[in-house]
């Protein structure tokens, strides 16, 4: 049972930190965090090729993350790789001892770094959790019988702001038949939203992790001028916090609001644990919990 | 010696025919190298009548309606 | 239909470069309708490609014919003998038509004239869109006769992805996104249970290229294979 599963069993507020692997393979910055959190994280989260931009693979990061003493969080988008492909890299992941998954389907290719790349999406996300949970009862997809099989603790995506609800409504519930055992949010600024979400999810037997970013200078500018295409939105209120900072100013400010929003879903019990985004400025990861009062 | 082109004249029947009738009428005159070509309107000119004009032979186009 | 657009001129004009006697074939189907490559868009090659021969000071001969449908054996036949008195074929039908009329004209060098783009709907006069992937396993009585094969840029057979936004699509915003109109679309039919079950696997098998289809009448007749 990975660290992450059993925190999250035991209703402890987990606390799960994002990596972000790099172009190339100098991965000492990336491992920063995992030497000076480990003891306050229960998972460090690995993205495979975040929107769709090519970086070092995410499973070879989730052994490095083990190495370092860090349990790690595999990332597993449907965009790059066919069946075989997946369940292999599930096989994987587990012989090398990694049971945190979260399968996603993954940005379209066209908004990444490689354009011209062929898209696979041979399974969707939901039929991906279908595929993890077959393997985990020793079934490949096609019925064949492994020869062992893996443990996983599966994770998959909700948009508790998705317009229109309805259709990621039935996506949620078909994830939650597929056997996701726990959900990550995209960054959640508005707080409003994220108790409506839980309010009407109560039911549900799967854990909720909400993500909190530290907001970077250029998404504030985006925010500002309307030029947001993000599945979250950002109240002004918040937004003003950063009105006349930059530089390093600003990413403080951003860490302190980050801080503060991790401590009211922590005493609201807006979710069962908080899941931290710094892209690009990892040192920031423990000052989120230093203002959330959580170290 | 000066090169004289040879220009096509896509003309409507009903006005710039006519107007070109009727400076006929009043003596003016138009170089030779212009060789008329008369539509019932000039709503009915193609593309590829434009460029048969020009694999003919022809140095330009001019299209009146 | 099949979609298709014309190529540049000057990808044509490279290609054909070394012949001095060359045959357009346009086709009066699909690529008749969309303006790509009917016996208008013949003549205005033919046209062009002469023009630009003379401007090099070269004379070239270029036929210029239209067939009813190029991917048809029936009306691709009496060309064979048409063609033995040009040096080239430019074929301005989908890849189907220009494979096909390979196919019946050997040792002619084929040049197309067009790229195929998609199976689609003539929207209005010059504005075709998408509509079919002939993927081989149909969903569109499942949901609601939108494909989310083809309307889906991913093709998620279960739902929307995460990159909705206000029920446009997150690869092009000025696209709506299939699943919020396969989820309107139903609801309003009030068959929204159709979204319950999870679909499964698609099998992608059965979409192994080159298709072959054979009616079974025709095998009935014939008792052949192909």
């Not at chain 1, 965009?79 to 066919?82: F, I, P, V």
């Given at each position: 049972m990975s660290k992450l599963s059993e925190a999250l069993a035991l209703n402890n507020f987990a606390v799960v930190a994002e990596l972000t692997p790099p172009k190339g393979i100098s991965v000492a910055a990336m491992l920063a965090p995992v030497a000076s959190l480990k003891g306050k994280v229960q998972a460090f989260s690995v993205p495979d090729n975040e929107h769709a931009r090519m970086r070092l693979s995410a499973l070879a990061c989730c052994r490095l993350v083990q190495e370092a003493g860090g349990e790690a969080l595999l990332h597993l988008a449907c965009?790059?790789?066919?069946r075989l492909a997946l369940e292999s890299e599930l096989l994987g992941a587990a012989a090398l001892g990694i049971e945190n998954l979260l399968l996603v389907s993954g940005d379209y290719v066209t908004l990444g770094d490689h354009p011209d790349a062929k898209p696979v999406y041979d399974a969707d996300s939901v039929q991906l959790l279908q595929i993890a949970g077959g393997l985990m009862a020793g079934r490949d997809s096609t019925g064949q019988a492994l020869d062992g099989s893996p443990s996983f603790f599966l994770g998959a995506v909700v948009i508790p702001e998705a317009e229109p609800w309805g259709p990621q409504l039935v996506k949620f519930e078909k994830k939650l038949a597929a056997g996701a055992q726990f959900f990550i949010t995209p960054p959640v600024f508005d707080l409003e939203k994220l108790k409506s979400f839980r309010q009407q999810t109560t039911a549900s037997a799967a854990k909720l992790l909400a993500a909190v970013k530290v907001l970077s200078p250029e998404e504030a500018a985006q925010a500002k001028t309307g030029e947001w295409r993000k599945v979250y939105a950002i109240p002004p209120d918040l937004l003003a916090r950063f009105e006349g900072k930059d530089g390093n100013d600003f990413f403080q400010a951003g860490a302190e609001l980050a801080g503060n929003l991790v401590g009211r879903i922590k005493d609201e019990k807006l979710a069962d644990g908080i899941y931290l985004k710094a892209e690009g400025r990892p040192d920031l990861l423990g000052k989120i919990l230093e203002v959330a009062g959580m170290c | 010696m000066d090169f004289i082109p040879k220009i096509l004249a896509y003309v409507c029947t009903y006005c710039t025919y006519t107007a070109a009738d009727m400076a006929g009428s009043a003596r003016m005159q138009y170089p030779d190298s212009v060789r008329i070509v008369k539509y019932l309107?000039?709503?009915?000119?193609d593309l590829l009548h434009i460029l048969k004009a020009f694999e003919a032979g022809a140095d330009g186009l001019l299209v009146g309606g | 239909m099949i979609i298709a657009e014309r190529k540049p001129f000057k990808e044509i004009a490279a290609a054909v470069a070394p012949y001095d006697k060359i045959l357009i074939v346009g086709c009066g189907t699909c690529v008749a309708v969309c303006l790509a490559g009917g016996e208008k868009e013949v003549g205005l090659l033919a046209s062009q490609l002469k023009l630009a021969a003379g401007l090099k000071h070269r004379r070239i001969e270029v036929g210029e014919i239209t067939v009813e449908r190029q991917c048809d054996l029936e009306f691709l036949e009496p060309l064979c003998d048409f063609v033995a008195d040009f040096d080239a074929i430019i074929s301005m039908a989908c890849g189907a038509g220009v494979q096909f009329l390979a196919h019946m004209c050997h040792f002619k060098p084929i040049f197309p004239a067009v790229d195929t783009t998609f199976i689609g709907v003539n929207n209005a006069v010059g504005y075709y869109t998408e509509r079919c992937?002939?993927?081989?396993?149909?969903?569109l009585g499942l949901t609601g006769g939108i494909c989310p094969v083809t309307m889906c840029p991913k093709g998620l057979l279960n739902g929307p992805c995460g990159g909705t936004l206000n029920g446009k699509c997150?690869?092009?915003?000025?696209?709506?996104c299939a699943w919020s109109k396969i989820y309107q679309r139903l609801e309003l039919e009030g068959r929204?249970?159709?979204?319950k079950e999870i679909v499964p696997l698609h099998p992608h098998s059965r979409g192994t290229t080159p298709g072959t289809v054979i009616h079974p009448a025709y095998r009935r007749r014939y008792g052949v294979d192909e």
């Open positions: 965009r790059d790789k066919n | 309107c000039t709503g009915r000119i | 992937r002939a993927c081989r396993r149909c969903y997150e690869v092009d915003l000025q696209k709506d929204l249970d159709n979204l």
